[in-house]
T-cell receptor, first 113, second 116 residues
């Protein structure tokens, strides 16, 4: 069964600290992996997209890594800001003639002053 | 400004009263999709459309209908809403859904629906 699991479910960190969110997947055949940021009550916004051949991609203070062999990804947030408080969703795409997306349930991050 | 719009943003209705949630995108995207988001569950796909007049069921299509008569619009129709359809709904679009593409998917702001 195609699944995406994220950990932790929720996380509280102090402003200025770093954190890492985890994503494990069992999706096949793999096409790409995406990280989204979703502010409360708003639609998800794309942070990064990585294909099989990419093992790291950055977007400002966000750095995503991908290990296609172990089917794991992480999202590292550097020097966190209050505005980073949001849910972070890992999404894995697989090919069935066209792309289909499998969504994780997200990690809820709270950055505290 | 490139965007996906949804209307209404909030809706409270009663069981059995037909409703339509509109979705429109101004980016000339081929692919559009509807999702619902419930607490503790990831986004689940309801219906998707790969182009005009081409629609197909997602993972949770029961109780919903869609149409794609124009490229920019993809309305979601609930013919006879029930309380289990109370949820947060998102419309999304991307340039293409072709195999191997990595097009960014853009989401609308969401529609919070309550069915009493």
């Amino acid at each position: 069964k195609n699944q995406v699991e994220q950990s932790p479910q929720s996380l509280i960190i102090l402003e200025g600290k770093n954190c890492t969110l985890q994503c494990n997947y069992t999706v096949s055949p793999f096409s790409n992996l995406r990280w989204y940021k979703q502010d409360t009550g708003r639609g998800p916004v794309s942070l990064t997209i990585m294909t099989f051949s990419e093992n790291t991609k950055s977007n400002g203070r966000y750095t995503a890594t991908l290990d296609a062999d172990t089917k794991q990804s992480s999202l590292h947030i550097t020097a966190s800001q209050l505005s980073d408080s949001a849910s972070y969703i890992c999404v894995v795409s697989f090919n069935t003639g066209f792309q289909k997306l499998v969504f994780g349930t997200g990690t809820r991050l709270l950055v505290s002053p | 400004e490139a965007q996906v719009t949804q209307n209404p943003r909030y809706l409270i209705t009663v069981t059995g009263k037909k409703l339509t949630v509109t979705c429109s995108q101004n980016m000339n995207h081929e692919y559009m999709s509807w999702y619902r988001q419930d607490p503790g569950l990831g986004l689940r796909q309801i219906y998707y459309s790969m182009n005009v007049e081409v629609t197909d069921k997602g993972d949770v299509p029961e109780g919903y209908k869609v149409s794609r008569k124009e490229k920019r619009n993809f309305p979601l129709i609930l013919e006879s809403p029930s309380p289990n359809q109370t949820s947060l709904y998102f419309c999304a679009s991307s340039l293409s859904s072709s195999r191997g593409r990595t097009d960014t998917q853009y989401f609308g702001p969401g529609t919070r629906l309550t069915v009493l």
